[in-house]
């Protein structure tokens, strides 16, 4: 059984569902145009916020990429305070996943680089499907991506533990959701008291 909640902008540039099935809370990105910003972060934020009572958590970042930033097209015109401001709503994305009490999954239907792959790596799991690929990452397995830019395919990102399963793109979602249900047992996560006691 499903019954869900929407957060986000009232003119629907960029909406979050939360919907729960089976005791996981699955919190639907929609791609927002621009990249996300300071308030569609914030969106996301409160969703989770409201998805953390559920078992786990299954995060879908929307469309061909998962929680994109600034556009590269838009970068040469962004500002140094919209870039530190794009960065630090990240971070604190980044930070809301850590903290939740529960085991999130995020759900990657494409590519992901930049604020959306630290997102997507403070995940307790990572679901690609055939044909992503990853880019920037910021564990010590992907010190090469970060120094070159080069992406890392989907099969690489398998083989290296960067991510949990590669799937086709039918899959995603049931393949996430089905991940999330086997974390479930591991709640309350021990990383929360471990990340409580660096802050």
Do not use: N, W
């Not at 120094?147 to 393949?175: F, H, N, Q, W």
């Amino acid at each position: 059984m499903t019954h869900g909640s929407a957060f986000g902008h009232d003119d629907g540039l960029m909406p979050v569902i939360l919907e729960f099935l089976d005791g996981v809370a699955l919190v639907l990105v929609g791609c927002p145009p621009t990249g996300m910003d300071d308030s569609e972060a914030t969106a996301l934020r409160s969703a989770l916020d409201a998805a953390s009572d559920a078992d786990a958590v299954v995060l879908h970042g929307g469309g061909g990429a998962f929680l994109p930033g600034i556009e590269p097209a838009r970068l040469a015109r962004t500002t140094p305070a919209e870039l530190t401001a794009r960065a630090e709503a990240f971070r604190r994305l980044c930070e809301a996943v850590a903290v939740l009490p529960v085991p999130v999954v995020a759900a990657i239907a494409g590519h992901v680089s930049g604020g959306g792959c630290a997102v997507a790596m403070a995940c307790d799991a990572r679901v690609l499907v055939v044909g992503g690929s990853l880019g920037r990452l910021t564990t010590s397995d992907a010190d090469r991506p970060v120094l070159t830019g080069r992406r890392v395919d989907a099969e690489e990102a398998l083989r290296t533990g960067l991510v949990d399963l590669v799937v086709r793109p039918c899959a995603l979602l049931a393949s996430a959701h089905d991940l999330a249900l086997d974390h479930a047992t591991d709640k309350p996560r021990k990383r929360v008291q471990e990340y409580a006691k660096v802050r």
